[in-house]
């Protein structure tokens, strides 16, 4: 079965920090784009950030840029996303997503839950 | 970059159709035909139903199909069934220089 679970989701104080990871099974994970993607309370979807294959590509939302970075092991079949300078504006479900055909996405994990707050 | 524009909701009976627009402009919707479409039931994980316009992936119903004129693009939904009653999103490829993919604002869909 193809699945995507991700974690490292929580509650955080403005400015700090939090490292969110996605166990990817059942594809071959290596040759898949991967995204995260997010979706604030009562808001639409937003993409974040994406990383290629063979994580020489990596492209960031210029309202995470310089603070979010996107990495991957395809050794391990993980996604990452390290989270730094964290504001509340960044409170939100955090989805990892597989890249599909034709800049679709083919298959989500049920996100995990991000709180910025004091 | 402003999200595609859906209506915020929509309804119907079971076995009727309806219809869940998605405006955009030329640099997006109207620019490619790469306009996607997702269902999500809350809790859940987000669902691929409609890629490329109007093409199901393999397992979708299809009673689910797309289309698009323009810039809008359209997701009919026939035969409405109560599990079909959901939060439906549109994306589209998009020239803009800060995103390469744009989301609709989502469109939650009441089975009556």
């Known amino acids: 079965e193809v699945q995507l679970v991700e974690s490292g989701g929580g509650l955080v104080q403005p400015g700090g920090s939090l490292r969110l990871s996605c166990a990817a099974s059942?594809?071959?994970?290596?040759?898949?784009?991967m995204y995260w993607v997010r979706q604030a309370p009562g808001k639409g979807l937003v993409w974040v950030a994406r990383?290629?294959?063979?994580?020489?590509?990596?492209n960031h939302a210029d309202s995470v840029k310089g603070r979010f970075t996107i990495s991957r092991d395809n050794a391990k079949n993980t996604l990452n996303l390290q989270m730094n300078s964290l504001r509340a504006e960044d409170t939100a479900v955090y989805y990892c997503?597989?890249?599909?055909?034709?800049?679709?996405?083919?298959?989500w994990g049920k996100g995990t839950t991000v709180t910025v707050s004091s | 970059q402003s999200a595609l524009t859906q209506p915020a909701s929509v309804s119907g009976s079971p076995g009727q159709s309806i219809t869940i627009s998605c405006t955009g402009t030329?640099?997006?919707?109207?620019?490619?035909?790469?306009v996607s479409w997702y269902q999500h039931h809350p809790g859940k994980a987000p669902k691929l139903m409609i890629f490329?316009?109007?093409n199901r992936p393999s397992g979708v119903s299809n009673r689910f199909s797309g289309s698009k004129s323009g810039n809008t693009a359209s997701l009919t939904i026939s035969g409405l069934q109560s599990e079909d009653e959901a939060d439906y999103y549109c994306?589209?490829?998009?020239?803009?220089?800060?995103?390469?993919?744009?989301f609709g604002g989502g469109t939650k869909l009441t089975v009556l």
């Open positions: 997503v597989r890249g599909g055909p034709s800049w679709s996405m083919d298959v």
């Open positions: 059942g594809f071959s994970f290596s040759i898949y784009w």
């Open positions: 990383i290629n294959g063979d994580a020489i590509t990596t």
């Open positions: 030329t640099s997006d919707v109207g620019g490619y035909n790469y």
């Open positions: 490329e316009v109007s």
């Open positions: 994306s589209s490829c998009t020239s803009s220089t800060t995103l390469d993919v744009i």
